[in-house]
């Protein structure tokens, strides 16, 4: 009896069990047809299921924002800020994809002519700001007194991070005659700037001859024709007498590739190695001088925080070649080299591609090159864009030098 007892307890707790497992798997059952079947969930977890590819990513966002979004939809914006985006995760401060409407702005500034405040920026990543590399000499933003190290917190009342520096620009840009308003941090200090924008000239070289038969030459970047126009001022200057040369460097932003190679040419042999350019795969491209050189005579380049790029491949070639001695403190450290690739559609890309070497094989990028002679200038100078002669310690030490 006790027995039979036992058993049916037994069998009523396996019927409830049964009871609760197939009541389990139809609720299971009804819940992932619910999911899957579902207008919202089940398409959100599609992203993922369907593909890991680029494209049919895209594709079910593209599906959710045509079901879902509430405004309208832009789909050239959409296209260009995807392609923004993924240019943007190569978390490269110097590869930026370039629309086309911004292609002729980015051509004009390479020539050295468009209209704004005259600035070079650079991202500093330090900060996740975008930073003044330096001021275009007698621009409209040297003569309110931006400085290099300047960093960039908003324009006209709007804020942008280091990413944003392609907006930023376009934001700077306008109608000659219009005003732009920038806010700066130096230091721990925020400052107001309002600015006309001007028709800016970028690369005006300039030249003087100084005491003891000393040229001078100076320019702030490496655009179209600079090479040239170094070329003519240096005759000019040689027409006057002068037995060597001191090239300022400083605060010179870099620029086209080949114009500081044409102006290495005129300083080194024929057939020096001038550079070396390795990509991706290890391929190196030797750049070497073509032709004799027309400049014979001791030369000295002035360097600081602010020399940069191309200004860092004329300087590391000259020093290797031991054509020219450096004074001055350490360059900026950027050691690649981009290329501007047009796109079907008119846009661009700029892309980094390939490092480069100095002729000794020495690298540069995130590194820098050091002066033969470290000089500080004075801790009383403030603007280091605008020394006077006899408080240029690098100038002065330079002209020492070469007396």
């Keep these: 009896m006790e027995e039979k007892k036992r058993f049916k307890i037994y069998k ?40 890991n590819s680029l494209t049919s990513k895209i594709k079910k966002y593209k599906s959710i924002i045509d079901k879902y979004y509430l405004g309208e939809v832009d789909e050239e ?49 330090n900060t996740n700001k975008v930073m003044v590399l330096s001021p275009i000499k007698d621009g409209p933003a040297e003569k309110a007194g931006i400085l290099p190290g300047d960093l960039i917190i908003s324009v006209d009342g709007v804020q942008y991070e280091a990413d944003d520096m392609s907006v930023m620009a376009n934001k700077i840009k306008g109608e000659i005659g219009s005003t732009v308003k920038l806010e700066i941090l130096r230091g721990t200090e925020t400052k107001e700037f309002e600015l006309k924008r001007e028709s800016i000239k970028t690369n005006p070289v300039e030249g003087k001859k100084l005491q003891n038969d000393i040229g001078y030459i100076q320019f702030s970047s490496f655009d179209e024709g600079t090479a040239e126009d170094f070329k003519n001022k240096y005759k000019e200057l040689e027409s006057q007498g002068i037995k ?39 391929n190196e491209e030797i750049k070497k001088s073509k032709n004799d050189p027309i400049i ?43 290329q501007l690739l ?10 980094t591609s390939e490092k480069y070497l100095t002729p000794n094989k020495i690298e540069i990028d995130k590194i820098g090159i050091e002066p033969n002679e470290k000089v500080e200038l004075p801790d009383t100078i403030t603007n280091i864009l605008n020394v006077e002669e006899k408080d240029d310690t690098q100038l002065q030490k330079a002209i020492e030098m070469l007396k």
Excluded at 79 to 97: F, H, S
Excluded at 301 to 315: D, F, H, K, P, V
Aim: charged share 25%.
């Design 244 to 282: 060597s040369l001191i090239i300022d460097l400083r605060n010179n932003g870099g620029g086209i590739v080949d114009e500081a190679l044409e102006i290495a040419d005129y300083i080194c042999d024929k057939d020096s190695i001038l550079l070396y350019e390795v990509d991706k795969d290890k």
């Design 296 to 338: 014979n005579m001791p030369i000295i380049i002035l360097t600081n925080a602010n020399t940069a790029s191309s200004s860092e491949i004329l300087a590391g070639a000259l020093k290797d070649l031991g054509k020219a001695k450096i004074v001055g403190t350490k360059t900026f450290g950027k050691g690649v080299i981009q």
């Design 77 to 125: 914006k959409l296209n260009e800020g995807a392609i923004k985006g993924y240019i943007e995760g190569l978390d490269d401060p110097y590869t930026e994809y370039i629309t086309k409407e911004d292609m002729q702005d980015f051509l004009d500034e390479t020539t050295g002519n468009f209209v704004g405040i005259g600035i070079y920026m650079v991202k500093d990543t």
């Design 342 to 351: 047009t796109l079907p559609d008119g846009s661009g890309l700029k892309i």
């Design 12 to 51: 009523m707790i396996m019927i409830n069990a049964i009871v609760a497992f197939i009541t389990f798997l139809i609720t299971s059952i009804g819940m992932y047809q619910y999911f899957i079947g579902s207008d919202s969930i089940g398409k959100y977890f599609n992203i993922y299921s369907e593909g």
